[in-house]
Nanobody
Framework: QVQLVESGGGLVQAGASLRLSCATA????????MGWFRQVPGKEREFVTA????????AYADSVKGRFTISRDNAKNTVYLQMNSLKSEDTAVYYC???????????????WGQGTQVTVSS
């Protein structure tokens, strides 16, 4: 059973930075790819970025390209999301997810963390 735990969310002003972490456990497999998604009330979960544990695939949503960076530390089984130049429209609950294939669609991921709130004030 893969377990994911996010941390690092918070309340920041526009233009600030945050780094989210997603610690994984039980990765034996079921989780070749890691994704970050975000969700606001009333909307579907939105793809942010994804990475392979092998490092071979990295993708970003156009809305975050150039501002967000995904990375992973295989030794720590942890994936990070560095978020710079935050905007009010980045406000959402951020989730990390693990899946066996790369996808931008949230339903293709098998395991999810509990989410961490990011609030950006303008």
């Amino acid at each position: 059973q893969v377990q994911l735990v996010e941390s690092g969310g918070g309340l920041v002003q526009a233009g600030a930075s945050l780094r989210l972490s997603c610690a994984t456990a039980g990765r034996t497999f079921g989780g070749d790819y890691m994704g970050w998604f975000r969700q606001v009330p009333g909307k579907e979960r939105e793809f942010v970025t994804a990475i392979a544990w092998s490092g071979g695939v990295i993708a970003y949503a156009d809305s975050v390209k150039g501002r967000f960076t995904i990375s992973r530390d295989n030794a720590k089984n942890t994936v990070y999301l560095q978020m710079n130049s935050l905007k009010s429209e980045d406000t959402a609950v951020y989730y990390c997810a693990a899946g066996e294939t790369y996808s931008r669609w949230y339903r293709d991921y098998d395991y999810w963390g509990q989410g961490t709130q990011v609030t950006v004030s303008s």
